[in-house]
């Protein structure tokens, strides 16, 4: 028997930005990849204050750029799959215009 999936809460589930995107194959005990991992990030550069001039220095001074993890998820072959099938026809609506 197959019962239908009903999704609560999604008004209570924050929604975030992410900017920045990672995958990462994750293996199992036998060392061979059984998901993937996906993780959604966002990075932004400190504030940077001051004259043009203090600007300038401040971001030249910069090393990295933070990127805080807002989501890690992991998907299984067949979840994979499915998740770029249905990736690929958003965005096939989004080029299109909604």
Known sequence: MQLPIIWTGLNDSPTVFANQM?????????????SVL?????????PL???PEEVR????????????VV???ALGPKRVRE????????AD????GG
């Open 22 to 34: 990672l995958l990462q194959l994750d293996a199992a005990a036998d060392g061979a990849p059984d």
């Open 38 to 46: 996906l993780m959604f990030g966002h990075a932004s550069q400190p």
């Open 49 to 51: 204050l001051g004259t």
């Open 57 to 68: 220095r401040q971001a030249e001074a910069l090393d990295h750029v933070d990127c805080k």
């Open 71 to 73: 989501a890690r998820i």
């Open 83 to 90: 998740f770029a099938t249905v990736m690929l026809h958003v």
């Open 93 to 96: 609506q989004l080029e299109a």
